[in-house]
Protein backbone atom coordinates (compact mmCIF):
# COMPACT_ATOMS: atom_id res chain seq x y z
CA UNK A 1 0.00 0.00 0.00
CA UNK A 2 1.40 3.43 -0.83
CA UNK A 3 2.03 6.04 1.46
CA UNK A 4 -0.70 8.27 -0.01
CA UNK A 5 -3.71 5.78 0.15
CA UNK A 6 -2.57 4.92 3.58
CA UNK A 7 -3.13 8.59 4.78
CA UNK A 8 -6.37 8.82 2.72
CA UNK A 9 -7.63 5.78 4.50
CA UNK A 10 -6.87 6.84 8.25
CA UNK A 11 -8.21 10.19 7.87
CA UNK A 12 -11.50 8.29 6.67
CA UNK A 13 -11.44 6.21 9.93
CA UNK A 14 -10.77 9.07 12.06
CA UNK A 15 -13.54 11.15 10.66
CA UNK A 16 -16.15 8.15 10.82
CA UNK A 17 -15.14 7.45 14.60
CA UNK A 18 -15.47 11.39 15.93
CA UNK A 19 -19.34 11.13 13.45
CA UNK A 20 -19.79 8.11 15.60
CA UNK A 21 -18.58 9.58 18.76
CA UNK A 22 -20.87 13.04 18.45
CA UNK A 23 -23.79 10.60 17.63
CA UNK A 24 -23.47 8.28 21.13
CA UNK A 25 -22.81 11.68 22.47
CA UNK A 26 -26.41 13.20 21.50
CA UNK A 27 -28.09 10.36 21.81
CA UNK A 28 -27.12 10.07 25.65
CA UNK A 29 -27.84 13.57 26.03
CA UNK A 30 -31.41 12.98 24.78
CA UNK A 31 -31.86 10.22 26.97
CA UNK A 32 -30.33 12.14 30.35
CA UNK A 33 -33.10 14.75 29.33
CA UNK A 34 -36.23 12.36 29.19
CA UNK A 35 -34.88 10.42 32.43
CA UNK A 36 -34.56 13.78 34.19
CA UNK A 37 -38.12 14.71 33.08
CA UNK A 38 -38.98 11.75 34.96
CA UNK A 39 -37.00 11.41 37.67
CA UNK A 40 -35.28 14.58 38.88
CA UNK A 41 -35.04 14.06 42.65
CA UNK A 42 -32.61 11.95 44.19
CA UNK A 43 -34.97 10.84 46.99
CA UNK A 44 -38.15 9.47 45.30
CA UNK A 45 -39.41 9.57 41.32
CA UNK A 46 -40.95 12.69 40.89
CA UNK A 47 -44.16 12.86 38.67
CA UNK A 48 -44.00 16.18 36.80
CA UNK A 49 -47.08 15.90 35.25
CA UNK A 50 -49.24 15.52 37.93
CA UNK A 51 -50.21 19.12 38.50
CA UNK A 52 -53.75 20.08 37.53
CA UNK A 53 -55.26 23.52 37.08
CA UNK A 54 -57.28 24.29 39.75
CA UNK A 55 -59.23 27.80 39.02
CA UNK A 56 -62.81 29.98 40.10
CA UNK A 57 -63.85 33.33 38.52
CA UNK A 58 -62.47 35.83 40.25
CA UNK A 59 -65.53 36.99 42.74
CA UNK A 60 -67.48 40.28 41.80
CA UNK A 61 -64.89 43.51 43.30
CA UNK A 62 -62.48 41.05 44.91
CA UNK A 63 -59.48 41.63 46.75
CA UNK A 64 -56.79 39.62 47.88
CA UNK A 65 -58.48 37.72 50.60
CA UNK A 66 -55.01 37.14 52.72
CA UNK A 67 -51.41 38.49 53.15
CA UNK A 68 -48.32 36.49 52.15
CA UNK A 69 -47.62 34.90 55.66
CA UNK A 70 -51.10 33.65 56.06
CA UNK A 71 -51.25 32.37 51.72
CA UNK A 72 -47.70 30.16 53.09
CA UNK A 73 -50.11 28.98 55.72
CA UNK A 74 -52.04 27.65 54.02
CA UNK A 75 -49.89 26.13 51.69
CA UNK A 76 -48.54 24.25 54.16
CA UNK A 77 -51.94 22.63 54.63
CA UNK A 78 -51.96 21.56 50.61
CA UNK A 79 -49.97 18.21 49.57
CA UNK A 80 -47.47 18.42 46.48
CA UNK A 81 -49.01 16.04 44.07
CA UNK A 82 -45.54 15.60 42.69
CA UNK A 83 -44.79 11.95 44.96
CA UNK A 84 -43.25 13.29 48.00
CA UNK A 85 -44.50 13.87 51.11
CA UNK A 86 -44.14 17.11 51.16
CA UNK A 87 -46.78 20.01 51.73
CA UNK A 88 -46.49 22.50 48.54
CA UNK A 89 -45.09 25.45 50.32
CA UNK A 90 -42.05 23.12 51.77
CA UNK A 91 -41.47 21.53 48.20
CA UNK A 92 -41.39 24.45 46.10
CA UNK A 93 -38.84 26.03 48.74
CA UNK A 94 -36.80 22.79 49.05
CA UNK A 95 -36.32 21.07 46.22
CA UNK A 96 -36.26 23.17 43.10
CA UNK A 97 -36.23 20.86 40.64
CA UNK A 98 -40.51 20.03 41.19
CA UNK A 99 -42.57 21.90 38.90
CA UNK A 100 -45.31 20.61 40.64
CA UNK A 101 -45.34 22.81 43.35
CA UNK A 102 -44.65 25.95 41.74
CA UNK A 103 -48.10 25.27 39.58
CA UNK A 104 -49.62 24.61 42.84
CA UNK A 105 -48.66 27.54 44.07
CA UNK A 106 -50.08 29.96 41.04
CA UNK A 107 -53.30 28.45 41.36
CA UNK A 108 -53.02 29.16 45.41
CA UNK A 109 -52.42 32.86 44.65
CA UNK A 110 -54.51 33.45 41.67
CA UNK A 111 -57.62 32.10 44.55
CA UNK A 112 -56.24 34.74 46.80
CA UNK A 113 -56.09 37.31 44.56
CA UNK A 114 -59.77 36.41 43.40
CA UNK A 115 -61.06 37.12 46.59
CA UNK A 116 -61.74 33.18 47.54
CA UNK A 117 -60.85 32.64 52.07
CA UNK A 118 -58.76 29.60 52.86
CA UNK A 119 -61.23 27.25 53.13
CA UNK A 120 -62.88 27.67 49.62
CA UNK A 121 -59.48 27.47 48.00
CA UNK A 122 -58.96 24.25 50.20
CA UNK A 123 -62.40 22.68 48.91
CA UNK A 124 -61.13 24.23 45.32
CA UNK A 125 -57.91 21.90 45.45
CA UNK A 126 -59.72 18.54 46.91
CA UNK A 127 -62.39 19.22 44.27
CA UNK A 128 -59.75 18.64 41.61
CA UNK A 129 -57.45 16.15 43.30
CA UNK A 130 -59.67 15.02 45.96
CA UNK A 131 -58.74 14.47 49.80
CA UNK A 132 -55.47 12.94 49.10
CA UNK A 133 -54.59 17.29 48.19
CA UNK A 134 -55.11 17.48 51.72
CA UNK A 135 -51.88 17.36 54.68
CA UNK A 136 -54.84 15.81 56.89
CA UNK A 137 -58.25 14.65 56.40
CA UNK A 138 -61.40 16.94 57.52
CA UNK A 139 -62.56 15.99 60.80
CA UNK A 140 -65.68 14.12 60.01
CA UNK A 141 -67.40 10.68 58.81
CA UNK A 142 -64.32 7.94 58.98
CA UNK A 143 -61.77 10.28 58.52
CA UNK A 144 -62.14 10.85 62.49
CA UNK A 145 -60.93 7.57 63.08
CA UNK A 146 -57.07 8.65 61.91
CA UNK A 147 -57.60 10.92 64.62
CA UNK A 148 -59.48 9.11 67.65
CA UNK A 149 -57.78 5.75 67.24
CA UNK A 150 -54.06 6.94 68.22
CA UNK A 151 -55.71 8.64 71.04
CA UNK A 152 -57.46 5.45 71.76
CA UNK A 153 -54.15 3.42 71.78
CA UNK A 154 -52.71 5.72 73.81
CA UNK A 155 -55.49 5.59 76.76
CA UNK A 156 -55.98 1.85 76.36
CA UNK A 157 -51.42 1.66 76.93
CA UNK A 158 -52.04 3.85 79.86
CA UNK A 159 -54.49 2.28 81.41
CA UNK A 160 -52.73 -1.41 81.43
CA UNK A 161 -49.66 0.18 82.58
CA UNK A 162 -51.46 1.98 85.51
CA UNK A 163 -52.85 -2.03 86.44
CA UNK A 164 -49.45 -3.36 86.67
CA UNK A 165 -48.30 -0.83 88.54
CA UNK A 166 -51.07 -1.52 90.84
CA UNK A 167 -50.27 -4.81 91.09
CA UNK A 168 -46.41 -4.54 91.76
CA UNK A 169 -47.65 -2.26 94.69
CA UNK A 170 -50.19 -4.69 96.36
CA UNK A 171 -47.44 -7.53 96.31
CA UNK A 172 -44.95 -4.88 97.83
CA UNK A 173 -47.03 -3.72 100.36
CA UNK A 174 -47.32 -7.37 101.53
CA UNK A 175 -46.11 -7.18 105.15
CA UNK A 176 -43.06 -9.25 106.53
CA UNK A 177 -44.13 -11.67 108.78
CA UNK A 178 -42.40 -13.05 111.97
CA UNK A 179 -42.38 -17.04 112.10
CA UNK A 180 -40.18 -17.91 115.08
CA UNK A 181 -38.32 -14.65 115.63
CA UNK A 182 -37.06 -14.19 112.19
CA UNK A 183 -38.14 -11.76 109.53
CA UNK A 184 -39.20 -14.14 106.27
CA UNK A 185 -40.13 -12.16 103.19
CA UNK A 186 -43.58 -12.31 102.10
CA UNK A 187 -44.06 -15.54 100.34
CA UNK A 188 -48.04 -14.56 100.40
CA UNK A 189 -50.56 -12.38 101.88
CA UNK A 190 -50.33 -11.47 106.10
CA UNK A 191 -52.83 -13.96 106.64
CA UNK A 192 -51.56 -16.62 104.89
CA UNK A 193 -48.09 -16.18 106.66
CA UNK A 194 -49.88 -16.01 109.98
CA UNK A 195 -51.81 -19.29 109.31
CA UNK A 196 -48.32 -20.80 108.18
CA UNK A 197 -46.65 -19.43 111.40
CA UNK A 198 -49.37 -21.25 113.57
CA UNK A 199 -48.92 -24.51 111.82
CA UNK A 200 -45.49 -24.50 112.44
CA UNK A 201 -45.97 -23.93 116.04
CA UNK A 202 -48.14 -26.49 116.28
CA UNK A 203 -45.83 -28.85 115.28
CA UNK A 204 -43.23 -28.05 117.81
Not at 9 to 29: I, M
Not at 97 to 122: F, K, N, T, W
Not at 124 to 138: I, N, Q, S
Request: with cysteine; aromatic share 6%.
Amino acid sequence: MRRRDFITRSFALGGAALVGAGALGAQQAVQGDTTASQSTSNLFDMNQGAARTVTRPPKPGARPSMNADARDGLEHQIRCQCGCTLDVYTCRTTDFACQVSPAMHRDVMALVEGGYSAQEILDAFVGTYGERALMAPKKEGFNWAGYLVPFGALAAGAAAVLVVLRGMQRGSARAEVPVDGVVVPPLGTADEMAKLNDAIRNDD
